[in-house]
């Protein structure tokens, strides 16, 4: 038995709950954020960035864990997802062409991620169980947006340009107001009453 897909511009199958779909993007979006971690730790050599990107590796890794427990929990195994977020942004914004763009679309990434538990944090209607998921991985959302900005103002400083990460943030935020406009209204169409705001 092949493992059922979504695509955020497909409709859904009304067999399945709409939140085991919005749960599998939440678990497909943590698992690209790990797959993006582990490419960097190719290139953050110093001692302290490598023990920094082992701890938001695993907790990305946990995170992804918790949502597809969440799906299960809900009856369902997760779905595949085949153009989420981050293969979004990822093919809007291109291959970074350095360490300092590589991690200013990371810091985007995870200020997106951060803001859209927080959003579904105050959702009037979210049930116990997923408010413990939520309020797990919010927690260490913010530590991760902290030191990889930290670590790529450091970098640009070292090279001379200090202002350069935080331009390369704004350029990201651009493309990120653009992938995220398009999935809201795809979203919405899907899930109905479920989908939580950009």
Not at 34 to 51: I, M
Not at 54 to 66: D, F, G, I, M, P
Request: glycine share 4%; with cysteine.
């Amino acid at each position: 038995m092949t493992q059922t897909r979504i695509a955020a511009t497909s409709g859904l199958d009304p067999s399945i709950p709409p939140e085991v779909a919005l749960f599998s993007y939440y678990r497909n979006a943590e698992q690209h954020g790990a797959n993006l971690l582990f490419r960097l730790l190719r290139h953050l050599e110093t001692p302290e960035a490598q023990v920094a990107l082992s701890q938001h590796l695993a907790e990305e890794t946990r995170h992804a864990w918790l949502w597809t427990e969440r799906c299960l929990r809900a009856g369902h195994k997760p779905l595949i997802v085949d153009d989420g977020y981050q293969t979004r942004i990822g093919r809007a914004a291109g291959i970074p062409r350095d360490k300092v763009d590589l991690l200013a679309l990371t810091v985007v990434v995870e200020q997106r991620a951060l803001r859209r538990y927080q959003r579904h944090l105050k959702s009037p209607t979210v049930d116990v169980d997923t408010r413990e998921v939520l309020e797990r991985v919010t927690a260490d959302e913010a530590w991760h947006v902290d030191w990889i900005r930290e670590e790529g103002r450091r970098i640009a400083a070292e090279k001379g340009a200090p202002e350069r990460f935080d331009d390369a943030v704004r350029r990201y935020r651009q493309i990120d107001a653009a992938v995220t406009a398009e999935l809201e209204v795809a979203e919405r169409e899907q899930l109905g009453a479920v989908a939580v705001e950009w």
